[in-house]
């Protein structure tokens, strides 16, 4: 540890160093610097004096009973980087492998069946891809828990069962920081047999040696700062004990995963700068972190007095590293500072000389409150810095530019200097955005609307959802389409294609004013719905309907109630509202939230309560580090998304009296998210998964319909009858929808692994809900139609006892394989479809012109031949049959088009017409 008095580069480090020259004079230990740049093995001298050690480049070596014989078993340039590895880490061994997943890889095979391992609940991806894939194929069983509180873990420490315990610190992006040195103590008096694994790439060697904090064995991704180049991939393990060496060494050389020699030679030379660079990046990180805080932003960074864990980092390690990451408060705001920046390069690793940009939480999101938020784990809009070796002052500046340009920061006049944009400077930025693209409220409520929502799945804890397991949630891209068009003859009109072509309107001035209490601009929902307009609608406008009709009943008491609480004196539109869907409606995939979401966004578009802020400009090609365009996705801002969701949750009130939130939140956010119930001593809420990959699925609706309540009180009754039988149930879905969880959130995981850990998880999971009762003989079916002879993972989705079920379809399943389980299914009389999952969210149709959106061929040019933005024709007579033929396809309104475009081309259609904006 570094004396308090000395500087952290002269710091001293009680480390191995050469012999002394003469047992009359012997020497100090050399400091950190010293030791890495100066590779010396005095039982390794080369012949030929070589300042630099050769590699040997050879597979195999001559001779009988020598040292070396086979590189994999042994090689003289490895040697030499081992030696020096450990001379570094406080370590009497060490061994280099060919990644830092190898490593990993090398230390989880010293577990056993049965064995159980406590890790992090913010670990890097791959390594809860490993331990997902041990659970699953070792029998090993794996506890997350919060490392950050040393309390949390010694619940799961069994004095003989737990073998092994591994950490992380600082944690990545958040930066949080874990007690190595209480941790270790903890475990070796409650489980003196376990071993304390510590994964420490984040700090090297250089900052942070957890051996001397009581570790048994470490591991580094060499790749990152050991190296320190981003030209090589290796991984290092070190630790004291012989027994544990012996078993690691045993396992590379039968596995055949050590470096090779020209990775080893790259690698030490990495090593020699080490100390330099890494005070370099972390004196330049400081000064990036202090910048940052004096803004106002919030900056995770331990070298900041701020930080919640500084004096336990300060205690464990040298210095606070070259890693931070800080909160802007707006999503939109982050990614124009990413794709700003031109000296920080937009990569997801870290350790280079080059310094790095990203955004952890690129994929849409499901926000719902203030409070679940704050509860969240991973902020959307945080981003996060890898500070390289280039100038402390062009980084800043480079920095402070972005900041700029995205409006983050504004100039403060009486200060003289730039602060965080709050407040009226904020609102000026964020005028000028919407002011350039949006008209007025009386042009926004005389536009055509066309909006889409997509519908969910639920991929993983069906029913135990109820019982406080985390369910994970996912968009399906078969969609709800809402069109909103608008009328002049004072009435309101539904048009539900999906429910019986159901059409009714009704006379604006007819409807129950006197019984609403309307919501002023900007004003929020109370969490009760307004029950004294809900009867007045139920007894005077919608008991008209006739026994048919009365299916869309409650649709149509959703839209009239949001379009009356949304509504003033000044803003009372006409309008036709009408919605189609790909999705089957009824089968439990999310299509009433679909629906809600775009009647929500129609609405709130039609009285002026959001307005659509312009596309992000295209960067300049020929300015450094280009970003790359979301050819519209995620064009939407959040702060409109979590309005609409807002209201599609009081849609979805109306619709089913408690919803959890997560059909709507998914409808709107796209993504996938996971979900908690609250409950005693258990916080519930939802996490969006970031970096969630795009999936491709077969839905297949069984056609059986199912009484959801009846099936999850059965459940209940069984947990009541079988309390330990349930009870491990869903334990093992608890920890099936961790692992899933992890591995969808893995940017790294390959694509062939993730899909192999989904359908072992999609097998695993259906079989407990088979146990759990809540399974249908149809269900069983279609699982058996996929299963052989296609091999393909089926589960049901929902409630179960009819509705959908789920297939996942790898990547190199064939055209004439898929288009062969399609006709046996439909043989069957099942309805499947195709489609992927965790796309986009909520979409709105761009208004905007020619250069956001490719109009379709009616839409009118002017006399330079630019395509002008449709202005959507007042209909004369709209109380017509929904089918008639209008003037209206005629004069460029989509209506018409809408309504009888063919339900297999109803997407192609959509999608066809322009830039779609999305969430």
Known sequence: MSSPTIPLKNAHHDLPTPEPESPMRPRKPYRFSTLCATVENPSMKDQYGSSSVPIYQTATFKGMGNEYDYTRSGNPTRSHLEHHIAKISSAAHAFAVSSGMAALDIILRLLKPGDEIIAGDDLYGGTNRLLAYIRTHVGVIVHHVDTTDPTTLRPYIHPTKTAMVLLESPTNPLLKIVDLATISRDVKERAPNAIVVVDNTMMSPYLQRPLEHGADIVYDSATKYLSGHHDLMAGVVVCNRADLAKQLAFTINAVGNALTPIDSFLLLRGIKTLALRMDRQQATAQLVAEYLDSLGFIVHYPGLPSHPGKEIHDRIADGPGAVLSFETGDKESSERIVGGTRLWGISVSFGCVNSLISMPCVMSHASIDPATRAARGLPEDLIRLCVGIEDPFDLLDDLERALIDAGAITHNILANKYVRSTGAAAGEVIAKAVEKLTRDDQQQNQREWLISAPGKVIL????????????????????????????????????????????????????????????????????????????????????????????????????????????????????????????????????????????????????????????????????????????????????????????????????????????????????????????????????????????????????????????????????????????????????????????????????????????????????????????????????????????????????????????????????????????????????????????????????????????????????????????????????????????????????????????????????????????
């Open 460 to 919: 993983f804890g069906e029913h135990a959802v109820v019982h406080g397991v985390t369910a994970i949630a996912a968009s399906v891209d078969l969609r709800c389409y809402g069109l909103a068009t608008p009328r002049d003859d004072g009435k309101l009109s539904v048009h539900l294609h999906d429910i019986n072509n159901f059409y009714h309107e009704w006379d604006i001035d007819s409807l129950p004013w006197s019984a609403v209490t309307p919501l002023p601009a900007g004003g929020e929902h109370p969490e009760e719905l307004d029950q004294a307009l809900i009867d007045e609608l139920n007894n005077k406008v919608l008991n008209a309907l006739d026994t048919e009709e009365r299916q869309a009943h409650a649709a149509s008491l959703a839209f009239l109630y949001i379009y009356m609480k949304l509504a003033t004196l000044d803003s009372r539109p006409a309008l036709d509202f009408t919605a189609r869907a790909t999705l089957p409606v009824g089968a439990g995939l999310g299509s009433s939230a679909s629906f809600s979401t775009c009647t929500a966004t129609a609405l709130l578009l039609l009285h002026g309560r959001i307005k659509l802020p312009s596309l992000p400009a295209p960067s300049n090609p020929t300015c450094g580090h280009v970003h790359v365009s979301h050819q519209g996705r995620r064009a939407i801002p959040s702060t409109i998304a979590e309005e609409v969701n807002r209201w599609a949750f009081v849609a979805e009130k109306i619709l089913h009296g408690n919803p959890s939130g997560v059909d709507n939140s998914v409808a709107v956010f796209g993504g996938a998210l996971t979900y908690t119930r609250a409950g005693v001593g258990r916080k519930g809420g939802m996490e969006p998964i970031q970096g969630f990959k795009s999936l491709k699925f077969l839905l297949t609706n069984s056609k059986i319909p199912r009484d959801t309540k009846k099936l999850v009180a059965g459940v209940g009754e069984k947990k009541k009858r079988e309390p330990e039988l349930v009870g491990k149930i869903l334990e093992s879905v608890q920890s099936i929808s961790d692992e899933a969880r992890r591995a969808l959130a893995d940017p790294e995981l390959p694509r062939e692994s993730l899909l192999s850990a989904l359908s072992a998880l999609i097998n695993e999971n259906h079989a407990h809900l088979v146990t759990l009762g809540v399974s249908h003989p149809s269900l069983e079916a279609i699982r058996e139609s996929t299963a052989d002879p296609y091999g393909l993972s089926t589960k049901l989705t929902g409630a179960g006892g009819g509705g959908c079920a789920v297939t996942l379809i790898p990547d190199d399943f064939s055209k004439e394989q898929l288009q062969d389980l399609i006709g046996d299914l439909i043989r069957k009389n099942f309805d499947p479809y195709l489609t992927s999952i965790g796309g986009s969210g909520l979409g709105i149709l761009s208004p905007y012109n020619a250069q956001l959106r490719l109009a379709p061929s009616h839409v009118p040019k002017d006399q330079t031949g630019q395509t002008t933005p449709p202005e959507t024709p007042h209909l004369p007579n709209t109380s017509s049959p929904p089918n008639a033929t209008s003037a209206a396809q005629d004069l460029g309104g989509l209506r018409i088009s809408f309504e009888t475009a063919r339900f297999e081309e109803l997407a192609d259609w959509a999608n066809n017409l322009g830039r779609w904006l999305y969430v």
